[in-house]
């Protein structure tokens, strides 16, 4: 297995940490520095997102959107385009105006601002204060319900998208192809094709169960061409996913297991024959996620000791001060986390069945996360249930989760399903063993009794087994010292996928000449 003597970081491009940027500003008209000359003879790409972590976060895409643009910027004129929620606004003082979206059907006109990271990605911003400045996530208010004009508030993005693609807005800027992410990009695609732009499109499909339903009624509000409303039909309802799934030039998934899944009915949500009938003809693939490179042990400022795969001992330091905060008695056996979104998806229900026998055996278990009211309340009577033994905190905190992933022994992942995943990857980078069902990407990353364990079955049977040998493993200092090593030189920087994106969108704006 090479992943025992890959040299830690080895594939980790990535230029800076997301969150280190200041943003800098572009020339009176909108241009951005470095724009011009060399920048005009590579792909130009607009990258559609509708959450970043330079801003704002809700999963696994933030990160992505943070990460991937940047890797790319080497290989291609990649700029990204989000919706001006506080959180944009408040981190970008310097944002111009440079252009303006007209309206379409009942979407209203929106007008465009610019600027540039503090490293150079160059970032439009989708200003109307309507629709986007409201405190809350990107998709839900602080209550945890969807925004009722979702439907509204993402065809404007993927409007605005499709404007830029066909050289409208005044940005003296047009992209050669539109990257969308996740269903609130994913209409884009379907607008380019009804303008009859001549731009590639490539849609990232981060996880099909969000599908962005609306009700049928909205298709003329959404400026959705009669003629056209059957391609977006789901059910009777409109699906943004499927719009952008029967048009974008070519789809593709976050890891190579879940583009299979995705073709089958169990995982297939119901898009599965639409699904398979596009990899027939090579138009879908999977391209597993990285990290970047703010993830290393050696020198992350949120860790209370530093430690490399070579020197583990500031592991320790990270276990006790989990354990005090989340007021753990200090323990000898071994630390099991959860670093998630409770949801369903993520078969929080499982551990918390499993939980019982983790303790039992000696372990402890900590718990952060936020989501679904019903899991968040199955996680806080665990932790009432075993009080020293069982730690959980409610919320969302960068700095909390990565000393989980710095101190734990464990990760827990019992993911009913898993596009990618990136918390089993942060976690292997810093020597946290993931214990995860053999889904998606935990399948693509997590090398079973080497970089971690798996097991086929997502019931809480499947997973106490595994618990089981993963337990026996700490209790051989050589074997668990041999897999945090190759977990945490396991290479899964952004480089290998970064060239497997420029490649594929090479690929799909051949396709559209
Ligand atoms: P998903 O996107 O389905 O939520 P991923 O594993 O791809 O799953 O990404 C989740 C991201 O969110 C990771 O960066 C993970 O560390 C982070 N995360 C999840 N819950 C929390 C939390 N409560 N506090 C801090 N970070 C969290
Ligand atoms: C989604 C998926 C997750 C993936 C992330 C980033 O949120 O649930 O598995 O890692 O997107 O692609």
Not at 106 to 124: H, M, N, R, S
Not at 434 to 457: K, M, N, R, S, W
Request: proline letters at 6%.
């Amino acid at each position: 297995m090479n992943a025992l003597v890959e040299p830690l970081l080895r594939n980790s491009p990535s230029q800076l940490s997301a969150t280190a940027t200041t943003p800098r500003r572009r020339d009176a008209r909108g241009r951005f520095a470095g724009a011009g000359g060399s920048a005009q003879r590579r792909e130009r790409v607009l990258f559609v997102a509708s959450e970043m972590a330079d801003f704002i976060k809700a999963g696994g895409l933030g990160d992505v959107a943070a990460s991937l643009p940047r890797a790319l910027r080497s290989g291609c004129d990649v700029r990204v385009l989000i919706p001006g929620y506080p959180a944009v606004l408040e981190r970008l003082p310097h944002l111009q105006p440079v252009g303006v979206i007209a309206p379409r059907a009942g979407l209203p006109e929106c007008v465009l601002a610019c600027t540039e990271q503090g490293d150079g990605l160059p970032i439009y911003v989708l200003l109307n204060a309507a629709l986007f400045e409201r405190e809350g996530s990107p998709y839900v208010d602080e209550q945890g319900a969807e925004w009722p004009d979702n439907a509204l508030r993402f065809a404007t993005l993927a409007h605005a998208a499709a404007e830029i693609a066909a050289g409208h807005g005044d940005l003296e800027w047009s992209p050669q192809l539109l990257h969308l992410n996740d269903w609130p990009g994913a209409l884009a695609a379907a607008y380019v094709r009804w303008n009859g732009t001549d731009v590639s499109t490539l849609l990232t499909i981060h996880n099909l169960a969000y599908q962005g339903l609306f009700p049928s009624a909205l298709a003329p509000v959404l400026g959705v061409p009669a003629a056209h409303a059957h391609e977006l039909d789901f059910h009777g309802r409109l699906s943004f996913l499927r719009g952008g799934i029967v048009h974008a030039t070519r789809l593709n998934t976050v890891s190579l297991r879940y583009a299979e899944q995705i073709t089958d009915e169990r995982d297939g949500c119901g898009l599965h024959g639409l699904l398979a009938q596009r990899a027939e003809r090579g138009h879908l693939s999977g391209i597993v996620n990285g990290i970047d490179e703010s993830w290393d042990p050696r020198s992350d400022h949120h860790l209370r000791a530093h430690f490399s795969a070579d020197q583990i001992s500031g592991r320790a330091e990270n276990a006790r001060s989990v354990r005090e905060t989340f007021r753990l008695h200090p323990g000898t056996g071994p630390l099991f986390a959860v670093v998630s979104r409770l949801v369903h998806q993520k078969g929080i229900d499982i551990t918390c069945e499993v939980a019982p026998q983790i303790i039992a055996a000696g372990g402890q278990l900590v718990i952060i996360g936020g989501g679904e009211p019903a899991v968040e309340q199955q996680v806080r009577e665990l932790a009432q249930r075993y009080p020293g033994q069982v730690g959980a905190w409610i919320g969302f905190e960068e700095r909390l989760a990565r000393q989980m992933f710095a101190g734990a022994d464990f990760l827990l992942m019992p993911s009913r399903f898993e596009p990618c995943g990136l918390s089993q990857m942060y976690a292997q980078r810093f020597g946290c063993l993931p214990i995860a069902h053999a889904t998606g990407g935990l399948v693509d990353t997590v090398d079973d009794g080497v970089t971690g364990f798996l097991f086929e079955q997502a019931t809480a049977d499947g997973m106490r087994r595994c618990v089981e040998r993963a337990m026996r493993t700490w209790r051989l200092p050589v074997l668990l010292k041999a897999m945090r090593r190759a977990a945490m030189l396991r290479p899964s920087g952004w480089k290998l996928a970064g060239g497997r994106y420029l490649d594929l969108y090479r690929q799909a704006i051949g396709a559209a000449a």
